[in-house]
């Protein structure tokens, strides 16, 4: 834990179990009631995704969010990353709740894992719980789960918590900041937010909540990261209005537009253009689908049923007459952009003159992907519009951006800043940026995942670690958790492939029938010649007369003895450690 004090005469420590003055004086000049307020990040801070956040007074716990992230190159086969849930399974008796800021996969993805394991109510505005709800009836939980709405500026109790849903901004409807009033004072989770002043749903941020809050004191601010690296503001959504409008009226044949498929602002936006424009609106893909149907559902978008038309009708229409709402925007493998990109979806086909747009940002590690789509789709000679910087934007970002982050704090002046949601230059970023508004800001602590972060009476300190990792999700297997150890087994697959040994024995005699066979996938370190081939097979062949009646007996014993050997010989002689996987056969 690295603290900042900002307070004249008052050096900044490091040492986390140091209470820093300043705060401690504060804290202590009120009549606080004996107890521990443990903030514990379960994930979320130093990472991006899997956001999850535990808050404990005594025998209370409530959890802030449970999201996934996608998972990084190395591990192989998997589709999702979700957090360890170990500290709450733990403590299981005492979780009281769970409250979600938003609807998207980083704060709700982990939500059917978390309440398989502990099923306890689920707090969430209308469309978050929409959301919600479709994730677990998927995984067979809907039955047995507690929804629970809330509606921002209604205080609702969970045990010694009270909860204040604040209305934000986000690139998502129906988001909210959480106020929660504990024993030792009120602690102001912002989730993910801007402060947009012209919101396309008419639904202005909360400045005034926020400001209230601020001047009856707030104990701690944790602080969305994510855009702390761009100055300024971030723009309004109704700066995208503009590029929309000018890519309908010339664009002369069929019309794609991809986004993120929570981007209801975005696809509200569209859609009513198209009918403006007199477009018949096709949704191509299950997720922008799915979104869209619960748009609809619960009154984010207007239209009559005869502005939509199925994907099958797309050919009913005239070119100048569709609007194409399309899934993929990050270039995943099989999604509806993307095989439209190669001519292989039986409904989107990208014909010369036609306009894709790509109205999202690139997410981190998923370049490739996107500019491989983005290459295919030119070859199709599509004119494909992407944020390239260009004025007016074709996608603005939901997240507050230097200026905003500074007005949030100046509205709350917190006695502590948390920095949350981010990698750790973005965390020490923030955290410096905070340090420098002395006199707004108390303290300044960073920590990451797995940190406990301990109030009471005479301040704050970090106490230890709680037991925090990841959990990887194959969702095509039968057990859906990929262990570790397959994990490697991909890997070293990936990397050196794998050598089959495959011995024929006599299971009258226990002999050897002929010679082995070699049987080499992937493997690249291999010579060309047949004497590295001969060699191995010599090696398996003398492993096997060397051992004993008893060893050939236990197929489990010399089949470990073959690989063994055979694995030092390929690496003594390629520098290469392939998978070996001996096979016996009984004849």
Known sequence: MIQFSTGAGTSASAAGSEVLPQAAHMLASRLMPAGKLHIVPLGGLGEFGMNCMAIRWKDDI???????????????????????????????????????????????????????????PIY??????????????????????????MLPGKRFQIGPFTIHPIQVNHSIVDAVSLAIRTPLGVIIHTGDFKIDLTPTDNKTFDLQAFAEYGKEGVLALLQDSTNVERSGYTP??????????????????????????????????ATEMAYQFR????????????????????????????????????RDYTPEQVLVLISGTQG??????????????????????????LSSRVIPGNEKAIYRVIDHLFRREAKVIYNDGSEPPVHVSGHASQEELKMMINLVRPQY???????????????????GM???????????????????????????????????????????????????????????????????????????????????????????????????????????????????????????KIRVDLRRYINRNTQRRPLVIPVIVEI
């Open 417 to 435: 800043f948390i920095p949350i949601h981010g990698e750790y230059r973005q965390l020490k970023r923030h955290a410096q940026i905070a340090a």
């Open 62 to 120: 409530i959890v802030i969010d449970a999201g996934m992230m996608f998972p990084e190159g190395e591990l192989l086969g998997v589709d999702i990353v979700v957090p360890a849930l170990t500290y709450l399974i733990e403590n299981r008796e005492k979780v009281r709740g769970v409250l979600l800021t938003h609807g998207h996969e980083d704060h709700i993805g982990g939500i059917p894992w978390l309440i398989s394991e502990l099923n306890v």
């Open 332 to 357: 995943e493998p099989l999604s509806a952009l993307s095989r439209a990109a190669v001519d292989n979806h039986r409904h989107a086909k990208i014909e010369p003159g036609d306009t894709v747009v």
């Open 438 to 560: 002395k006199g707004l800001v108390g303290n300044v602590i960073m920590i990451e995942t797995g940190d406990i972060l301990e109030f009471d009476e005479l301040g704050a300190r970090r106490v230890g670690q709680a037991p925090v990792g990841r959990i990887c999700i194959d969702s095509g297997s039968n057990s859906d958790i990929v262990e570790d150890l397959v994990i490697r087994d991909r890997k070293h697959l990936s990397e050196d492939g794998f050598v089959m040994p495959i011995l024929a024995i006599n299971k009258l005699t226990g002999r050897l029938e002929g010679i082995p066979e070699i049987v080499m996938r992937g493997f690249a370190g291999a010579p060309d010649d047949n004497e590295f081939i001969e060699d191995a097979r010599g090696t398996v062949r003398r492993t096997f007369e060397h051992s004993t009646k008893e060893e050939v007996a236990d197929y489990g014993l010399i089949k470990e």
């Open 279 to 314: 477009r018949k609106i096709a949704l191509v893909g299950r997720s922008i689908t799915e979104s869209t149907e619960i748009a609809q559902d619960l009154g984010h978008i207007d239209l009559p049923c005869s502005a939509f038309i199925a994907p099958n009708q797309i």
């Open 124 to 149: 969430g505005t209308e469309f978050t719980l929409a959301y919600v709800e479709d994730k677990l009836e998927e995984n067979g939980l809907l039955d047995s789960a507690e929804l629970n709405e």
């Open 236 to 269: 309004s959504e109704r700066a995208v209005r503009p590029k929309l409008e000018e890519i309908f009226v010339h664009s002369k044949r069929r019309l794609f537009i991809s986004c993120f498929s929570s981007s209801i602002h975005r696809i509200k936006m």
